[in-house]
């Protein structure tokens, strides 16, 4: 044993009492930064200092089980264990045996078992002198490992990779309506996690899936392929916080760690600070300054208002309306103490961006400018806040000078789940854009995207399963539109898509049609389904029926106050005007000029060429869809085109014939090079 370790068994042994001594303790005591000592001791001993801290403890309560009248009970609190049933865990996976069989075992003359963790290794023999072998016997040594070698498989443990899933922590608190604060320190343990860029982090929407679950934790390790799970647990007593954390190694159910932390909440961040790195340094991750940096981060001075802010962010991730409404008080209320908490700001313009997004009527408009000012104030380079102020320029369709923040989001905090979910949704609904949209719902789906319900979960992998269709990619979008409705069948978006992708997969529109007739009998108030059976009945120029369809979905928009689908009012004026109704349907075409006269989207021209075939209008119905065959990155029904009733006055003109091919080959060649992107990395 060198003397470095033999000083460090001097200062644990000390210490061994206080279950409260870890790495940061001893390395204050040893006069050395923490990474030094962990550096040190695995030099030293082959060992991590949590190890070594253990190792000492389970050793010296071997040897108070066999040489004192204590009970289990007593000795485990000797040597620094809260919990007896823990330190009966503990010795039994290091001996071999429970601690209640030593005395058992010293009055039948049973020789004590071999530690099964690995010994400190030994430099050379006790009296110092280093051992040495004859030529001789060294060469029959080395023989016989080579034959060894060539004769059986290598018994060295392949190196796990990094990847770890923070599974859902449990309320042992009686008092239910403290769950806020137990889920709010699970995600602080995996957003933590996740800004050290040599661990692989599962997202929480992935584990949540398994709050409730019988599953065992190799079955859960199979199915999220990973090497190590945290679980943890704990309560808010009076001011103070109780949480257990365990670190699992996966395949084999093995606990490698735990620790109990009893903290004051107002040492809430030193505590989730402390969670992170004890996991880091048990799998052996080396966090960068710029990484520590981050993690030391306090989003607020006071705890107060970070009470607020978490109470107002559990309502938030339950993404509701209602829930959206109720968060608001709370993020104000945080802000009213700390008028420079720039996390509740921002958080607070997702919250009114999320209210108005879809709603005809933009009311807080205002307020999401103001408070996004206020979050780049006080944190300019925080994802959230650079979220923020995009979503503001987003608002008001300034969408030049939103792309730059979003952009800026992902850069200074690259694979932040957040940013990446705003950066999809962008792409898709903003700036429609077939690549990128597929970029970052394919990061998206791998990273994390902090939320606590099954609809979350839908929606990111509706927004892949679109990403996927829209670039081309049939069959592979239908695995993830099925994924998309497990989560919630009702996902109107996701119902949509999948009646196009069957349609787009037989190429028989009756065939399409009578299926969604049969979704239909199941589901007849699907807003997605209903919005499909238009389209069909419209392709196959059944204009009555697509009438009655398109008459629902018309009534469905405006009963819920929907600011979507406004592309689709030329179609629909097509068919109200075959279906005798020519006021309506000149009402929804001033609507689609309007829209289109506003629109900054690269579609903008392809809009325009199908307003001018509705009118007539060869000429500049062709000089517009030539403009729009510059662009890229456009979606697959484009292509679908020639189909439409819309272009019938155009179908046999050649140089329409020869646009659509120019559109095509761009359109397959973009999808190759997206192929390769996808296939580089694999599906999610």
Same mark, same amino acid.
């Given at each position: 044993? *060198?003397?470095? =370790?033999?000083?460090?068994?001097?200062? =644990?042994?000390?210490?061994?009492?206080?279950?409260?001594?870890?790495?940061?303790?001893?390395?204050?005591?040893?006069?050395? *930064?923490?990474?030094?000592?962990?550096?040190?001791?695995?030099?030293?001993? *082959?060992?991590?200092?949590?190890?070594? =801290? +253990?190792?000492?403890?389970?050793?010296?309560?071997?040897?108070?089980?066999?040489?004192?009248?204590?009970?289990?009970?007593?000795?485990?609190?000797?040597?620094?264990?809260?919990?007896?049933?823990?330190?009966?865990?503990?010795?039994?996976?290091?001996?071999? $045996?429970?601690?209640?069989?030593?005395?058992?075992?010293?009055?039948?003359?049973?020789?004590?078992?071999?530690?099964?963790?690995?010994?400190?290794?030994?430099?050379?023999?006790?009296?110092?002198?280093?051992?040495?072998?004859?030529?001789?016997?060294?060469?029959?040594?080395?023989?016989?490992?080579?034959?060894?070698?060539?004769?059986?498989?290598?018994?060295?443990?392949?190196?796990?990779?990094? +990847?770890?899933?923070?599974?859902?922590?449990?309320?042992?608190?009686?008092?239910?309506?403290?769950?806020?604060?137990?889920?709010?320190?699970?995600? *602080?343990?995996?957003?933590?996690?996740?800004?050290?860029?040599?661990?692989?982090?599962?997202?929480?929407?992935?584990?949540?899936?398994?709050?409730?679950?019988?599953?065992?934790?190799?079955?859960?390790?199979?199915?999220?392929?990973?090497?190590?799970?945290?679980?943890?647990?704990?309560?808010?007593?009076?001011?103070?916080?109780?949480?257990?954390?365990?670190?699992?190694?996966?395949?084999?159910?093995?606990?490698?760690?735990?620790?109990?932390?009893?903290?004051?909440?107002?040492?809430?961040?030193?505590?989730?600070?402390?969670?992170?790195?004890?996991?880091?340094?048990?799998?052996?991750? =080396?966090?960068?300054?710029?990484?520590?940096?981050?993690?030391?981060?306090?989003?607020?001075?006071?705890?107060?208002?970070?009470?607020?802010?978490?109470?107002?962010?559990?309502?938030?991730?339950?993404?509701?309306?209602?829930?959206?409404?109720?968060?608001?008080?709370?993020?104000?209320?945080?802000?009213?103490?700390?008028?420079?908490?720039?996390?509740?700001?921002?958080?607070?313009?997702?919250?009114?961006?999320?209210?108005?997004?879809?709603?005809?009527?933009?009311?807080?408009?205002?307020?999401?400018?103001?408070?996004?000012?206020?979050?780049?104030?006080?944190?300019?380079?925080?994802?959230?806040?650079?979220?923020?102020?995009?979503?503001?320029?987003?608002?008001?369709?300034?969408?030049?000078?939103?792309?730059?923040?979003?952009?800026?989001?992902?850069?200074?905090?690259?694979?932040?789940?957040?940013?990446?979910?705003?950066?999809?949704?962008? $792409?898709?609904?903003?700036?429609?854009?077939?690549?990128? #949209?597929?970029?970052?719902?394919?990061?998206?789906?791998?990273?994390?995207?902090?939320?606590?319900?099954?609809?979350?979960?839908?929606?990111? $992998?509706?927004?892949?399963?679109?990403?996927?269709?829209?670039?081309?990619?049939?069959?592979?979008?239908?695995?993830?539109?099925?994924?998309?409705?497990?989560?919630?069948?009702?996902?109107?978006?996701?119902?949509?898509?999948?009646?196009?992708?069957?349609?787009?997969?037989?190429?028989?529109?009756?065939?399409?049609?009578?299926?969604?007739?049969?979704?239909?009998?199941?589901?007849?108030?699907?807003?997605?389904?209903?919005?499909?059976?238009?389209?069909?009945? $419209?392709?196959?120029?059944?204009?009555?029926?697509?009438?009655?369809?398109?008459?629902?979905?018309?009534?469905?928009?405006?009963?819920?106050?929907?600011?979507?689908?406004?592309?689709?009012?030329?179609?629909?004026?097509?068919?109200?005007?075959?279906?005798?109704?020519?006021?309506?349907?000149?009402?929804?075409?001033?609507?689609?000029?309007?829209?289109?006269?506003?629109?900054?989207?690269?579609?903008?021209?392809?809009?325009?060429?199908?307003?001018?075939?509705?009118?007539?209008?060869?000429?500049?119905?062709?000089?517009?869809?030539?403009?729009?065959?510059?662009?890229?990155?456009?979606? #697959?029904?484009?292509?679908?085109?020639?189909?439409?009733?819309?272009?019938?006055?155009?179908?046999?003109?050649?140089?329409?014939?020869?646009?659509?091919?120019?559109?095509?080959?761009?359109?397959?060649?973009?999808?190759?090079?997206?192929?390769?992107?996808?296939?580089?990395?694999?599906?999610?």
């Amino acid at each position: 044993m *060198s003397d470095f =370790i033999s000083r460090i068994h001097a200062v =644990i042994e000390e210490n061994i009492a206080n279950e409260q001594f870890g790495v940061t303790e001893l390395a204050d005591r040893m006069n050395m *930064s923490r990474s030094n000592l962990l550096r040190k001791v695995k030099k030293d001993s *082959s060992l991590s200092v949590t190890q070594l =801290i +253990s190792q000492i403890r389970l050793t010296r309560g071997m040897e108070l089980l066999r040489t004192s009248s204590l009970n289990v009970s007593e000795v485990s609190l000797q040597v620094g264990f809260s919990s007896a049933s823990y330190f009966i865990k503990c010795f039994r996976e290091y001996y071999g $045996y429970p601690p209640g069989e030593v005395g058992k075992r010293e009055a039948e003359g049973v020789p004590q078992a071999t530690p099964t963790l690995p010994p400190p290794v030994v430099n050379g023999s006790r009296n110092g002198k280093i051992v040495t072998f004859s030529a001789l016997g060294l060469l029959v040594v080395l023989a016989g490992a080579l034959l060894m070698y060539y004769k059986q498989p290598s018994s060295e443990s392949p190196k796990l990779e990094k +990847s770890i899933a923070v599974l859902p922590f449990k309320n042992e608190s009686n008092d239910s309506t403290n769950v806020y604060l137990i889920n709010g320190l699970m995600e *602080s343990t995996l957003n933590n996690l996740q800004s050290m860029k040599e661990l692989k982090v599962v997202s929480r929407t992935s584990s949540e899936r398994y709050r409730s679950t019988m599953k065992s934790i190799p079955e859960i390790a199979k199915e999220l392929n990973v090497n190590y799970f945290v679980e943890g647990s704990g309560q808010k007593i009076g001011d103070g916080i109780l949480l257990n954390i365990q670190l699992i190694e996966a395949t084999t159910d093995k606990h490698l760690w735990a620790k109990q932390y009893r903290r004051e909440v107002k040492d809430i961040f030193a505590l989730q600070q402390e969670i992170a790195k004890n996991i880091a340094e048990e799998i052996q991750v =080396i966090i960068t300054p710029e990484e520590e940096k981050a993690i030391e981060k306090i989003p607020t001075k006071n705890v107060v208002a970070y009470d607020f802010f978490l109470k107002g962010k559990d309502l938030f991730y339950r993404s509701g309306r209602k829930d959206l409404v109720e968060s608001i008080p709370y993020f104000k209320n945080a802000i009213e103490l700390d008028n420079e908490f720039a996390l509740a700001y921002s958080t607070l313009v997702m919250v009114y961006y999320y209210l108005d997004v879809f709603s005809v009527e933009k009311i807080h408009v205002a307020d999401i400018d103001t408070y996004a000012d206020k979050a780049m104030k006080f944190d300019p380079k925080s994802g959230e806040s650079l979220v923020a102020k995009g979503l503001a320029h987003t608002q008001k369709k300034e969408f030049d000078l939103a792309a730059p923040y979003f952009e800026n989001a992902l850069e200074y905090n690259p694979g932040n789940g957040l940013v990446i979910h705003f950066l999809t949704e962008f $792409y898709h609904m903003h700036v429609p854009n077939t690549s990128k #949209y597929l970029e970052y719902a394919l990061q998206g789906a791998r990273l994390d995207n902090p939320s606590l319900d099954s609809a979350n979960a839908s929606f990111k $992998y509706y927004h892949l399963a679109n990403a996927l269709m829209q670039a081309g990619f049939m069959e592979e979008a239908m695995l993830y539109c099925n994924k998309s409705l497990a989560f919630n069948p009702r996902n109107i978006f996701a119902n949509g898509t999948k009646g196009f992708l069957e349609f787009a997969g037989k190429k028989d529109l009756n065939f399409a049609r009578e299926g969604l007739k049969q979704a239909l009998k199941n589901d007849s108030t699907s807003f997605g389904l209903i919005q499909q059976m238009a389209k069909l009945s $419209y392709l196959l120029r059944d204009y009555n029926s697509a009438h009655v369809y398109y008459g629902k979905f018309l009534k469905m928009k405006k009963a819920m106050r929907l600011d979507i689908y406004n592309e689709k009012n030329l179609e629909i004026g097509l068919v109200y005007s075959k279906a005798g109704f020519a006021k309506e349907a000149e009402e929804l075409v001033q609507s689609f000029k309007l829209y289109t006269d506003n629109d900054k989207t690269i579609y903008k021209e392809l809009h325009l060429s199908l307003y001018y075939c509705y009118r007539g209008d060869t000429k500049n119905a062709i000089e517009h869809l030539k403009l729009f065959s510059k662009e890229d990155s456009y979606i #697959y029904q484009v292509l679908w085109l020639e189909m439409d009733p819309l272009v019938d006055p155009i179908r046999s003109n050649p140089e329409f014939k020869q646009i659509m091919t120019d559109i095509e080959k761009k359109f397959w060649k973009t999808n190759k090079r997206l192929r390769g992107m996808f296939e580089e990395k694999g599906l999610p």
